[in-house]
């Protein structure tokens, strides 16, 4: 015999561009919407009955019309009014979880935008009725310095081929997720301040290893960033390597590097405000991101 | 003031190809290896001392030197020794946490193959010292049926337009992981037969809705594959949406379909034996798929 | 001042899927289908001016409509019905050419299929009111060889770092297209030829080169398959890279590589049937694969 | 019997990043390499004779060394350099072309960078021991203009079912590839002339449709950037399709859209300066963009 343990359904990667037109300079909140819903889920899953189902299409319906009665403003702002819409409207749904991508673009002209490309500013909200959990973030920042990076002083084992290197290459893709003590004033400032610190951080930190410098950068926020108690940072290692050029009867000073896709080095790690708790680890189904 | 909190590193994405050469017909070991590691790791975070970090580097090479020293076999087997090697060789080192993705081949002669482009199987195995935990698992594996799919009596609010059907498309593509209470015999049967459990309950069950058809695809897996005791399904409804030809005075009866990229629903469920616990959520970091 | 020189327009990645629901063993024919339009069309581009033109959304339209009245069977034959209607009923549009990739799928049950991922069969079609072109093809048909392959006796200069070798791994992800002389009597037939000879040649050469093996299975093509005049074959090298396990103390023959993803090989070359004329190269605008 | 017809080989996708090093404030030169090379292939593809084979991994080599020797520059330069190195030392080379692409990056600080995701500059050069043809473009420059277009008096037939509009939003993803007469004085400066030309020629253009601005962006680059004589362009139309929020009770006046993934319209167009002769369209297999 079989029984059902822990679900959730919703709707990924809802498209929508909303404008804001009522200026001459039109503003653009580019987003990809996630939403995932759980709650009193077992008689559809053990016999069919759909009656406890608001359709994916509706959530998807839901974000667009909210995008319009409500406007978007600030990507947690709206995130967190969807999130208590399905759990204060349906009666079956228990936990709405609503994740957030914004695109960024910069202003041309009045109506005119070109992307940027840079980072990928997110949030995902989760309400259950009762509590509301934000977490902000951003992914795709891309960072390198081009010295101020060693790698010296490790372990070794039988298998160690590694040299010890007092220059290197250091670059990584930023993904970050903090969450706050309290919700700030203004969330566009928040992040613009959170994102200043990441970066400021990479850029001064003089590196031993890119574990130093993912504290260095999760230190810099929870001690820079009003209200910011936590920061979780994963840093793939975009290895640079510097290539031989003996061979060619070439001195290779640190000026040319392949560029390696896989594998990659994969540093994740938490910074946490002195007396701020760990975070709720098993709420993480709940949060979408967990597998 | 900041201090640190869970963390861990390694490589990811290492390619692996594993030739066996001991008969006329060769075999492929194609692979695609992650390893992360947790343990005492503060100093490398505070102050930049790197004398418990075992490079990722080296963690690659050791993946490379088991190949050849052990053979790869069963993912499940290899990965476990890994994972247990540098536990166990590494003071530093508490909990390692070994994925595999095994790419599929089929023979064309004896040293030749095409690849089937079928779905991916994975494994991730973590080894703390104490506990080994084992998960198996696909992705990737597409399945549609062309009829027997309805989806009717769902909730409705203001924001409902999608009507009812009783004949639609039913796409998806199955990700799978599961635990068994005990390795079992062969583990390479164990997934066969956990890969017809699905393919098969979801080719034989009416639809009323992509839930019901997880339930249905997770309670055949627990109740028909033996020691199978939890079996967790992300499944993607892939929406194939009936084209409206009647402005062009043309009946479309379940004929003629636009393939949707985005959005996607996204329905996710857990199905155990019954008398299975739960798994431990909390673990879930140490799993590697965690963020 | 300016003048408008080549142009074309049309419809992309137009994903539609049809089912053949006249029997109880349902058939599925998973299409993307491109649309490409040129003709009189100085006008739109000079002065805004739309009246000769067809909206790509009626070209979408109009692929849908055609998968309904007309069916979709053989792909070549879908395309040129297509490309024939947008010349044929267009005054302003003196060519039209038309791509289909054809994903497969097999059969689990009557109404139930799962997608092989093997590969991905192709065909583009041009009609200019006069001669039609039919190209048919395929692509990401990933073969490998674990031995049977060596690379010697090539040029060397001031930059040659690369060893002989007298085996390695040869792997590639096949990309052909072919022209027949005329229409064969079933276009699945005559596909089912070409993808044969392609493996067959691959399995059972001796390659001293990825040239030399390019150019077997071109040959093979022409010479087995009836009507075939011309095969264009793009060969991609997939490096497998012999991984140096002697800093471990092991020795590797031929059994641990590392995959790479950039850079690769890239090999082109074009077999023809003896008499056969060239290709028209000039065309290829036309054929929508050229920038 | 079966006869070799148009080949050529080399290596793809070198991933080079190449530091100047030799003021405080470093320089990033981030680059996509492709060789490829043609001439004297017979015996190679015949019998499997490599003696005239420079093998890819010579030309990865040599892509590294002149990055040491010569510095790289200009991307133009660089290209051209390596192109005529090739059929320079090697005499069976009757033909060599060398694709960049390079990827932009932001100063954060003397030796820190962000990667700033905009886009791609590319340039081809062929080399054939007495041509030097160049082409310099770039790609994934995405455009929008929320106001300022419109798409109204199209042909309509049968398969017609879009509506007017007198307002919608334009969005594209620009692909542009450009010759000069003659060498510019500074290949950067003519880079960026071209692309501001772009830009604001799609800022400043009413759009009565997507063809109507291509043209008058390329206009803009022939009768605003000296030398140049022909660009082309290749427009995708990334559609926003106006969300029909009538069901909710709202208006909708350009304010929500759906993005959507697939299809798309791709608009292709050349633009040729008053005097400036075609280019020579068969010479395309040789600059390696060619199928």
């Known amino acids: 015999m079989a029984r059902l343990g822990e679900n959730q ?26 939403v995932a819903l759980a709650g009193d889920m077992a008689a559809v899953h053990l016999v069919g009955d759909n009656s406890a189902v608001l359709p994916t299409d509706t959530q998807k319906n839901t974000v667009h019309a909210f995008a319009r009665e409500h406007g978007v403003g600030e990507v947690e702002d709206f995130a967190e009014l969807l999130a208590r819409h399905f759990v204060d ?55 390198l310095s081009s010295t101020g990076s060693e790698f010296q002083g490790f372990a070794t084992d039988r298998y160690t081929t590694l040299p010890e290197t007092d220059d290197r290459i250091l670059c990584t893709s930023v993904e970050a997720r903090w969450r706050c003590a309290e919700p700030p004033a203004d969330w566009r400032t928040s992040y613009d301040g959170v994102r200043a610190a990441l970066v400021t951080a990479f850029a001064d930190t003089y590196s031993r290893s890119l574990q130093q410098t993912l504290y260095a950068m999760g230190t810099r926020v929870v001690e820079t960033c009003p209200g910011v108690e936590e920061v979780r940072l994963r840093l793939p290692n975009r290895h640079h ?51």
Chains 1, 2, 3, 4 share one sequence.
């Open 241 to 291: 390597i510097l290539v031989d050029l003996g061979p060619f009867g070439l001195a290779n000073p640190g000026e040319v590097f392949h560029v390696d896709d896989r594998p990659y080095g994969l540093i994740e790690g938490t910074v946490l405000a002195d007396g701020a708790l760990p975070d709720d680890w098993a709420d993480d189904w709940a949060s979408g991101g967990v597998w």
């Open 9 to 34: 359904y919703g709707k990924a990667e809802i498209r929508v561009m909303k404008v804001d037109r009522d200026r001459p300079e039109h503003v653009l909140h580019d987003l990809t919407v996630g």
């Open 89 to 143: 409207t349906q009666q079956a749904v228990h936990r709405a979880t609503v994740s957030i991508d914004e695109h960024p673009w910069e202003r041309l002209a009045d109506h005119s935008f070109a992307r940027t490309g840079r980072e990928t500013r997110t949030t995902t909200v989760t309400y259950d009725g009762d509590r509301t959990r934000v977490r902000s973030g951003l992914r795709d920042l891309v960072l």
